[in-house]
């Protein structure tokens, strides 16, 4: 049995990490089932929102790698987990899972501490001397005297914080879904009162009949009751409803086959009861409501089925469940639109942080054009000096050049060096050179010696 599933503690409360937004009935086939590969299995294991959670994830893979803290897990109940009696069982894991997790708690601690920092340079806080070991006390998940080894202490705060942290994730759901209903409400009103009169009354009047349309759907069983899992056994595993027995019913939808229906199997099992109220053709129907009527079925079938409130439903759990007289005669359960999620007095108050947060937003926007307004003055003032600049470049450029022309200098370049042309002959040298020319042509022009030892004629 692996760490990450069975009937044991950790699984129920450190790793269901997340309820997907959307769960499907789940198919079955055995041996459709069968088929997939482990590691796909593995995969759909989604990530719990914790800022820990991967920390949390390779620790739990770590000692599930050591045989005797395995089997310790096996045997463990919820109170040996809770009171932290199993965390001394790591001082018998070996070596190397003991390295391992000090290596893992370091790199922890490392990230921490980037983590810290980024804060500080985000608040402009100049601290040149950081006590690390008291910034890291503000996480809970390890032991923040220690920075260099992982202990049973470590181990223990991992599995309480992480404890409470999910615990309170139902709740942290709850409170969105209340945000949410209460910010449609408002947009609501809102929008009715831009209306005029005549068009506000047929607005009011289409909202009103919408309303009562979703409201006509057909009756909804209690989750977990005889009534809601025959109805399961009958139109989604396609079984007779007079052959209904809770054992197999149990078996068919234990997906994984670990031996527990974890939360994601348990709402999957309301599906069919879901879609009598909610379609997402129609405009009445709410999706996001969907998901809170999901969430709130679960919980009361925790409720009354999970016994050990380890947020796991045991084969035992279930079958002491179908004991019940709820589940045979439960009551009527009621759906969202009989069950307001806030009062009059909720929808004020979160209209008024509305209205606060709309200042302050219109106050920083006041803030942001006046800056862009300063620097478009100062972009304006930095171009107009740039062509100050070049205009007086350019002039004092043609005044060089002027002066180097009366000087007799060479003209200078672009970036200042002279500029050095071909020598010409002047007109005067010229003149000088010309009476030489005579001469030169007299001298060409001068008879040549006679040969000698020429023979003499007479």
């Known amino acids: 049995m692996s760490i990450l599933t069975g009937s044991f503690w950790i699984s129920g409360w450190l790793l269901l990490l997340s309820i997907s937004v959307e769960v499907w009935s789940v198919p079955i086939d055995r041996n459709a089932a069968q088929q997939v590969p482990k590691e796909e299995v593995q995969e759909e294991n989604m990530d719990t929102g914790l800022y820990y959670d991967r920390y949390l994830r390779e620790v739990i893979e770590v000692?599930?790698?050591?045989?005797?803290?395995?089997?310790?897990?096996?045997?463990?109940?919820?109170?040996?987990i809770k009171n932290g009696r199993l965390s001394k069982e790591l001082d018998l894991v070996s070596h190397h899972v003991r390295t391992r997790l000090d290596e893992l708690k370091r790199q922890e601690v490392s990230r921490l501490r980037m983590l810290l920092k980024a804060k500080l340079d985000s608040t402009n806080t100049q601290s040149l001397q950081m006590d690390h070991a008291s910034l890291?006390?503000?996480?809970?998940?390890?032991?923040?005297?220690?920075?260099?080894?992982?202990?049973?202490?470590?181990?223990?705060?991992?599995?309480?914080?992480?404890?409470?942290?999910l615990e309170n994730y139902d709740a942290e759901r709850h409170e969105e879904f209340k945000r949410y209903e209460m910010l449609k409400e408002h947009e609501r009103r809102e929008y009715l009162k831009s209306l005029d009169?005549?068009?506000?009354?047929?607005?009011?009047?289409?909202?009103?009949?919408?309303?009562?349309?979703?409201?006509?759907h057909p009756k909804v069983n209690a989750p977990g009751s005889v009534d809601q899992l025959r109805e399961v056994w009958e139109e989604t595993d396609g079984l007779d409803p007079q052959e209904f027995n809770p054992k197999t019913f149990f078996k068919l939808h234990d997906t994984n086959e670990d031996g527990v229906l974890d939360e994601q199997e348990l709402e999957a099992l309301?599906?069919?009861?879901?879609?009598?109220?909610y379609?997402?053709?129609?405009?009445?129907?709410?999706?996001?409501?969907?998901?809170?009527?999901?969430?709130?079925?679960?919980?009361?079938?925790?409720?009354?089925?999970?016994?050990?409130?380890?947020?796991?439903?045991?084969?035992?759990?279930?079958?002491?469940?179908?004991?019940?007289?709820?589940?045979?005669n439960p009551k009527e359960w009621e759906t969202l639109e009989n069950k307001p999620v806030y009062t009059e007095e909720e929808l004020q108050r979160f209209e008024a942080e509305l209205r606060d947060k709309e200042e302050e937003l219109k106050r920083r926007a006041e803030t942001l054009l006046q800056e862009q307004e300063?620097?478009?003055?100062?972009?304006?003032?930095?171009?107009?000096?740039?062509?100050e600049y070049q205009q007086a470049v350019l002039e004092m450029s043609q005044r060089q050049k002027e002066q180097q022309a009366v000087d007799g200098q060479p003209p200078a370049g672009p970036n200042g060096e002279l500029q050095f042309q071909p020598q010409t002959q002047k007109p005067?040298?010229?003149?000088?050179?010309?009476?030489a020319e005579p001469e030169a042509e007299a001298q060409n022009n001068l008879p040549a010696e006679p040969p000698q030892n020429l023979p003499l004629h007479t």
């Open 197 to 216: 009169q005549e068009k506000r009354e047929k607005e009011e009047k289409r909202m009103q009949e919408l309303k009562e349309k979703h409201r006509q």
């Open 279 to 328: 379609d997402p053709k129609n405009e009445e129907d709410d999706m996001m409501e969907m998901e809170e009527e999901r969430l709130r079925m679960r919980e009361h079938v925790m409720k009354n089925v999970d016994a050990n409130k380890d947020r796991l439903v045991s084969l035992e759990e279930f079958l002491k469940s179908t004991e019940k007289k709820e589940f045979s």
């Open 428 to 435: 005067e040298d010229k003149e000088a050179k010309a009476p």
């Open 63 to 80: 000692l599930e790698t050591d045989p005797h803290f395995r089997e310790k897990l096996q045997t463990a109940n919820t109170e040996d």
């Open 270 to 277: 309301f599906t069919k009861e879901l879609e009598k109220v």
């Open 374 to 387: 300063l620097l478009r003055e100062r972009g304006k003032a930095l171009e107009a000096q740039r062509r």
């Open 136 to 165: 890291l006390k503000q996480f809970e998940h390890l032991d923040p005297h220690n920075q260099n080894t992982f202990e049973a202490k470590d181990l223990e705060l991992l599995i309480s914080t992480a404890t409470k942290d």
